[in-house]
Nanobody, 124 residues
Framework: QVQLVESGGGLVQAGGSLRLSCAAS????????MGWFRQAPGKEREFVAA????????TYADSVKGRFTISRDNAKNTMYLQMNSLKPEDTAVYYC?????????????????WGQGTQVTVSS
């Protein structure tokens, strides 16, 4: 089992920045590819970014590419999402997740463990 807790959400103006953190406990954090997803009101949960177990590979949704950066510190059992140039359409609850798959994946159903989410609100 892996327990995940997100933090760092909040209210920010358009064009601003936030950094989300995801603290992991339980089974070996460094064994899992990790990802960030988000869910806006009335919408499906969607993929945002993912990172391999080593941190050497990353992938992003087109909507955040060039603005968001995913990273991880396996020594601290923590993953991050640096979000810059935020837009009102980035408003959502952001979830971190861990995948039991061996390869990087953007598919929601490939993720086995989820945090409770942190709210990000971007005002125009």
């Amino acid at each position: 089992q892996v327990q995940l807790v997100e933090s760092g959400g909040g209210l920010v103006q358009a064009g601003g920045s936030l950094r989300l953190s995801c603290a992991a406990s339980g089974r070996t954090f460094s064994s899992y590819p990790m990802g960030w997803f988000r869910q806006a009101p009335g919408k499906e949960r969607e993929f945002v970014a993912a990172i391999s177990w080593s941190g050497g590979s990353t992938t992003y949704a087109d909507s955040v590419k060039g603005r968001f950066t995913i990273s991880r510190d396996n020594a601290k059992n923590t993953m991050y999402l640096q979000m810059n140039s935020l837009k009102p359409e980035d408003t959502a609850v952001y979830y971190c997740a861990a995948s039991g798959r061996m390869v990087l994946t953007t598919t929601r159903s490939d993720y086995d463990y989820w945090g409770q989410g942190t709210q990000v609100t971007v005002s125009s």
